[in-house]
C-alpha cells in the first residue's frame, strides 16, 4: 500500500500529536503520524480504516480488534479524513461498572437520553389526550415534567463533558472563528428577544481562520450566556464581544447587567458543582457552566476571569491562537460547524423557564 504524505499544512499539526492519526480517502491509507507507526502494521485495523466512507462531520466511531476496543474520532477535510484514534482499551477491562469517571458519566449522559427521548414521547401522547378532552389544567403539569426532564438531561451531558475536558483531548478543527461565534449568539438572540433581555453581539468583521476546538468554545461560551440570561431581568442587557487582541489571543467577553455575585461567592462560583442563586439563597443548578469555561481556559493554555460589582458582571474567556490568513495565507476550506450544530443548545435555553446557574 503505497503512502503519501497530504498536501496540506494540517498534517504537521497531526504529526506532533502523541495520539495515532490516519489520512484516508478512497478505500486507502494517504499518510499516517509517527505514533500510528506501530498500529499501521495492524492489517484488520488498516483494512476497517480503508473501509470508512468519507463523513460530512466530525462522527465517533468504536472498532474492536484483538481483544482491543479502538474509539476513533473522523474529521472531513478536502482530500479525504483524518481518522484519530483517541482511546484504546482492553476488552478484558471493560466490566459492566465503569473504570473510571469519563466512562461512569459517558454512561449517565446515555441512559438519560435513552430515557428522556422516551418521557418526552409520552408527554406528547398525553398533551394531546389533554387537549381532546380539554383538561387545560393538566397541561402545566406536562410542561413541569418536560421543564424537569430537560434539566435533568442538560446536566447529564453537562457533566460528561466536563469530564471529557478532564482528559485534555482536543479535537482542533480550521474554523472562521468570528463566524462561529456570531452564529451562536444570533441562535441564542431569539430566545432573549422572547425573555425582553436586550442581547448584543460585538465581532469583528474580518474573517479570522484559526485551528481550534470550536465544539469545547461554544459550549463554555453558550454557558456563560446561560448563566447572564438566568440571573438577568427583563430590561438589563447582556452584550457578547470578541476580538483579537495583539494578533495572538482571541478574547471573548459576556458582561450582563443582572444582580451580580457577592464578593464572598466569586471564587466559589468556578468550583465544580457549586450552585448558588444569590436572589433565594438557594442551590440551582449542576454548578458546572463557569467551571467548564475556567477549564477549557487552562486547558487552552489560556486565562478566564470574572469580575462583578453589584449590577453587572463580566467574564473574560482568553485564548491563545494563531490565525492562519496572518501566518501563511492559507485560506483552504474550513469546517462550517455552525449548521445545526447549536439548535440544541438554544433548544435547552427556551424550554426552562425559571433562572438557575448551570
Request: proline content about 3%; some cysteine; aromatic content about 10%.
Amino acid at each position: 500500500m503505497k503512502i503519501c504524505k497530504p498536501n496540506d499544512l494540517i498534517s504537521e499539526y497531526y504529526e506532533g500529536l502523541l495520539t495515532p492519526v490516519f489520512l484516508c480517502g478512497r478505500r486507502t491509507i494517504k499518510w499516517h503520524n509517527s505514533a500510528a507507526q506501530k498500529l499501521y502494521k495492524n492489517e484488520t485495523l488498516r483494512l476497517h480504516l480503508t473501509n470508512i466512507k468519507k463523513p460530512k462531520k466530525e462522527e465517533m466511531d468504536v472498532f474492536t480488534c484483538n481483544g482491543l476496543r479502538y474509539k476513533m474520532s473522523i474529521r472531513p477535510c478536502y482530500n479525504g479524513f483524518y481518522v484519530e484514534i483517541v482511546d484504546i482499551q482492553n476488552l478484558s477491562d471493560l466490566v459492566v461498572e465503569p473504570n473510571n469517571l469519563l466512562d461512569g458519566a459517558e454512561a449517565i449522559d446515555n441512559t438519560i437520553r435513552k430515557s428522556s427521548h422516551k418521557i418526552f414521547k409520552s408527554i406528547a401522547i398525553l398533551n394531546d389526550i389533554f387537549e381532546k378532552i380539554k383538561r387545560y389544567d393538566e397541561l402545566k403539569n406536562l410542561d413541569a415534567i418536560a421543564d424537569g426532564t430537560y434539566r435533568i438531561l442538560r446536566a447529564a451531558n453537562l457533566y460528561y463533558e466536563y469530564n471529557l475536558l478532564l482528559q485534555g483531548n482536543m479535537h482542533l478543527e480550521n474554523v472562521d472563528v468570528f463566524g462561529e461565534i456570531e452564529a451562536l449568539c444570533s441562535s441564542v438572540k431569539s430566545i432573549m428577544r422572547k425573555s425582553d433581555i436586550p442581547f448584543n453581539c460585538i465581532v469583528p468583521k474580518e474573517k479570522i481562520i484559526c485551528n481550534l476546538d470550536m465544539h469545547k468554545l461554544s459550549f463554555a461560551l453558550f454557558h456563560l450566556i446561560c448563566n447572564s440570561y438566568y440571573f438577568t431581568a427583563k430590561g438589563n442587557e447582556i452584550t457578547v464581544t470578541a476580538d483579537c487582541v495583539d494578533g495572538d489571543k482571541l478574547q471573548i467577553k459576556v458582561s450582563d447587567k443582572g444582580m451580580g455575585i457577592d464578593i464572598n461567592n466569586l471564587t466559589k462560583v468556578i468550583e465544580p458543582f457549586y450552585s448558588y442563586d444569590p436572589s433565594t439563597g438557594d442551590i440551582s443548578g449542576c454548578g458546572l457552566g463557569l467551571t467548564y469555561a475556567y477549564l477549557f481556559a487552562e486547558k487552552s493554555n489560556g486565562i478566564c476571569t470574572i469580575s462583578s460589582s453589584k449590577n453587572q458582571t463580566v467574564v473574560s474567556l482568553s485564548i491563545p491562537i494563531t490565525p492562519f490568513v496572518k501566518k501563511t495565507g492559507f485560506d483552504s476550506k474550513v469546517v462550517s460547524y455552525s449548521v445545526g450544530k447549536y439548535d440544541p443548545m438554544v433548544l435547552t435555553m427556551s424550554t426552562i423557564n425559571s433562572k438557575s446557574k448551570l
